[in-house]
């Protein structure tokens, strides 16, 4: 158990729809990554928060966005979903700032468009 | 940032040594190497992490030439529960940067 909490296990929903991730970090992690799996795409890097505030932003389109809230948990919202969105997505957190510690990966949200 | 490039595939039995290089070329001063397994369906699992040399744990062996430019993650006796995606991530730990992950390397461990 990585100690990184994701919910729902399991989303399916419909095209044009809008949902929410929740990720609660692991205990006295302030960063929090988040993360696309799809079959064909591999890990793909969407966006980070340190202790609240965005940090590095990768290839996360402008339907999704994302926030830390003042007590960690994070939450990553989608919406005008295409079929294409169906993926997995991760949530990971690290202590962050200058410690070089590693992530540390939930076990992700399934996400079914259809 | 970083790219790196690992063989897409490997195969192996059980009991032996696995070694799975990753090359990063233009890896920069304060980027750090970090290898993470995945299974199916679940999250990248941390396994190793180091700067320079060798680093060594329980679960396996991490060696860096002096250059840096690429990096050998080794496991040791591999079981059939071994069989996973293999990731070499590099990049600037804490909380600057982007942590991109490459394709990986499926390693297939056969009786």
């Known amino acids: 158990d990585s100690g990184v909490t994701q919910t729902p296990k399991h989303l399916i929903t419909a095209t044009g729809q809008r949902v929410t991730l929740r990720c609660s970090p692991r205990?006295?992690?302030?960063?929090v990554y988040w993360y696309q799996q799809s079959l064909d795409q591999g890990l793909q890097f969407l966006i980070q928060y340190y202790n609240g505030e965005e940090r590095a932003k990768g290839n996360i389109l402008e339907r999704f966005s994302a926030q830390q809230f003042p007590d960690l948990h994070s939450e990553l919202n989608l919406s005008s979903l295409e079929l294409g969105d169906s993926a997995l997505y991760f949530c990971?957190?690290?202590?962050?700032?200058?410690?070089?510690?590693?992530?540390?990966f939930g076990n992700g949200t399934r996400l079914t468009v259809t | 940032l970083a790219k790196t490039t690992q063989p897409i595939s490997m195969d192996s039995y059980e009991g032996q040594e696995v070694n799975i290089t990753c090359s990063h070329n233009n890896i920069a001063t304060n980027d750090y190497i970090t290898w993470y397994q995945q299974f199916p369906s679940q999250g990248p699992r941390f396994i190793i992490q180091?700067?320079?040399t060798k680093v060594t744990n329980e679960v396996a062996s991490l060696f860096i030439p002096a250059d840096r430019k690429s990096s050998t993650l080794s496991l040791p006796r591999v079981s059939l529960s071994d069989t996973a995606v293999y990731y070499c991530?590099?990049?600037?730990?804490?909380?600057?940067?982007?942590?991109?992950f490459g394709q990986g390397t499926t390693l297939q461990v056969k009786p």
């Open positions: 991530l590099v990049g600037p730990m804490g909380n600057t940067g982007k942590l991109i």
């Open positions: 205990s006295g992690d302030l960063s």
């Open positions: 180091g700067y320079k």
């Open positions: 990971a957190s690290s202590v962050g700032g200058l410690n070089n510690s590693p992530l540390h």
